[in-house]
C-alpha cells in the first residue's frame, strides 16, 4: 500500500520531534563583531623575476628548473666578480654554480620566479635571441639560463662561450647539446644584472 504524502511528512515531522526530545540541542545564534574586508589578490603576470630566498622561505613563484633526487630551481649568485645561473637544491639549502672546472655552494643567491618563459633546445653557441639573460661574466657578458641530463638528472646552469656548464656532484660539466630558457618575442628587452665589485 502506498502511502500519502500527507503521512510520510506527519511520519517525518513526528520522529524529527522526538529525536530533537531524546538528544535535545542548542543552537546559539550571534553576528560575529569582526567585519571581515577582502584581502586583495597578488598580481602576479608570470613575467621572469629574481627573488631572494628569506628565513629559508622559498618563493611561492619559484620556477622549477630540473630534477637531482628532487626537484631544483634556478638560483644565481655572485661569484668572482660576476653573477652566474646554477641551481637551489632545497634539501642542502643552498645554491651551487658552475665555475672555473668545479661546483660552488653559495648561502647567498636568488631564485628565478615566474612561469612566462620557455625551454627551446640548442648546441654550442646557437642563443636564440629571445633568451633568457641570468648573469654575467667577469667581461660583462651575458650569460643565460641552461639545462641538460647528467646521469639520468635534469640539471640547470649557464650557457656562456659555446657551451652549457653544469654544476653536478663538485664538479663543472660541460655540454655542447643542452635546452636554454627563453622568453616570448613580445618580452621587453632585458638589462644585464649588476655585481657589485
Known sequence: MLSSPRTSAGVTNLLLHFSLLIYPRHFIIAVSPVLLKTVPRKKFDGRLHWLPIID????????????????????????????????????????????????????????????????????????????????????????????????????????FAHHAYLPYKGKEIKIDSYEILVLPDDEIPQALPFCDK
Request: proline residues 7%.
Open 56 to 159: 629559508g622561505e622559498l618563493p611561492s613563484e619559484a620556477m622549477i628548473g630540473g630534477f637531482q633526487n628532487e626537484p631544483i630551481y634556478i638560483a644565481r649568485a655572485e661569484h668572482i666578480h660576476s653573477v652566474n645561473p646554477g641551481k637551489f637544491v632545497p634539501s642542502a639549502g643552498r645554491a651551487f654554480i658552475p665555475w672555473g672546472g668545479r661546483e660552488h655552494s653559495k648561502s647567498r643567491f636568488e631564485i628565478l620566479c615566474g612561469y612566462n618563459a620557455m625551454w627551446v633546445k640548442t648546441r654550442n653557441n646557437q642563443i636564440p635571441h629571445n633568451a633568457f639573460i641570468g648573469g654575467s661574466e667577469v667581461m660583462n657578458r651575458p650569460v643565460y639560463i641552461s639545462r641538460a641530463k647528467v646521469n639520468g638528472n635534469l640539471i640547470c646552469g649557464k650557457a
